[in-house]
C-alpha cells in the first residue's frame, strides 16, 4: 500500500492539547480554502510505502503518547485505517484533523475504536452554504468538486457521528481580516454549535490565521488578526459556548 505523505513533526505538544504526539502530515485535500497554510500539500502526491510511515511512528513511539493524522485531508487516504491500526497495537492514543467531508470513514474509525479524539473544522456557519462555499475555495478553484451543499450536509453528518460518542471533540474556526471571522459570523457558528451539539462540554477554538502563506495570493498581505482581535472574537463565542479557546502567535492557547 502506498501513502500519500507530506511530512512528520516526531514531536509535538501543539497538535494536542497535553499530549505529547507524532503528527504525520497527508498530501491531498477536497477543498482549496483560500487561506490555507499547507497548499503545497495540496497538489502533487508524493507517494511512499506503508512501510515507511510505520518507521515514523516507530521511531517516536518511546517519546510521545499520541499520534495525530493531519494533511492536506487523512480521511481521504486510503491508509488512514490500517495506520490508525498500527498506532493503537504500540498503545497510541490516535487524534484525526478533519475538514469534515469524509463522515463515511469517521463513523468506521469509530466502530473500530481506531480514534479518541476528532479535530474537526467549522469553516464557516453549517447553515450557511453559500459562505462555506467562499471560505472552501469551490467557485475559484476547479478541483473542487463537491458543492457548498454537499460540504455542509458532510460536515454536519461528521459532527453529529463525532457528538454521538463519548471521545473528545473539538471544532475550529480559523479566522482571517475581512474573509472570515466577524464578530456576527463568530456569532452565528456559536450559535449553531449550542444548538446542535449535545455534548456541552465541546471545545470550541478560533485560530489565529497566517494569510503570509495563504494559497490566495491576494490574501497574503492581510493584516494577522491581533491576540487581542481574536481575544475579543473568543468572548463573543463564550457569550453561547462554555469551553472556548484562541490560539495565537503572541501568547499560544489561551482559555477564554
Known amino acids: 500500500m502506498k501513502v500519500n505523505y507530506a511530512d512528520a513533526v516526531s514531536l509535538s505538544t501543539l497538535d494536542w492539547r497535553g499530549k505529547a504526539a507524532i503528527t504525520i502530515f497527508f498530501r491531498g485535500c477536497p477543498l482549496r480554502c483560500p487561506y490555507c497554510q499547507n497548499h503545497p500539500y495540496l497538489e502533487e502526491p508524493d507517494l511512499v510505502e506503508f512501510d515507511f ?28 485505517l490500517p495506520l490508525a491500526e498500527f498506532a493503537k497495537e504500540f498503545g497510541l492514543l490516535v487524534g484525526i ?11 468506521e474509525l469509530i466502530k473500530r475504536k481506531l480514534v479518541d479524539k476528532f479535530f474537526i473544522d467549522v469553516k464557516a456557519p453549517p447553515d450557511d452554504p453559500e ?74 477554538v478560533l485560530q489565529q490565521g497566517i494569510p503570509e502563506y495563504s494559497l ?24 453561547f459556548l462554555k469551553n ?9 492557547e489561551e482559555i477564554i
Open 53 to 80: 510511515v510505520k518507521e515514523r511512528i516507530k521511531k517516536s513511539r518511546n517519546f510521545v503518547s499520541a499520534v495525530v493524522f493531519s494533511g492536506g485531508e487523512p480521511l481521504m487516504q486510503a491508509a488512514i
Open 216 to 239: 490566495q495570493e491576494n490574501l497574503r498581505k492581510t493584516r494577522i488578526l491581533e491576540r487581542e482581535e481574536l481575544y475579543y472574537l473568543g468572548k463573543i463565542a463564550n457569550k
Open 131 to 204: 459562505l462555506y462555499g467562499k471560505v472552501t475555495g469551490w467557485k475559484k478553484y476547479k478541483t473542487v468538486k463537491k458543492t457548498p451543499r454537499e460540504i455542509t450536509t458532510a460536515v454536519i453528518e461528521s459532527i453529529e457521528i463525532a457528538d454521538s460518542c463519548s471521545m473528545e471533540l473539538e471544532l475550529r474556526t480559523t479566522v482571517i481580516r475581512d474573509f472570515i471571522g466577524s464578530k456576527e459570523e463568530i456569532s452565528s457558528i456559536s450559535a449553531w454549535i449550542l444548538g446542535h451539539v449535545k455534548n456541552k462540554e465541546v471545545i470550541y
Open 244 to 252: 472556548v479557546r484562541i490560539r495565537t502567535i503572541e501568547a499560544g
Open 97 to 107: 484533523h478533519t475538514n469534515g467531508c469524509y463522515p463515511e470513514i469517521e463513523q
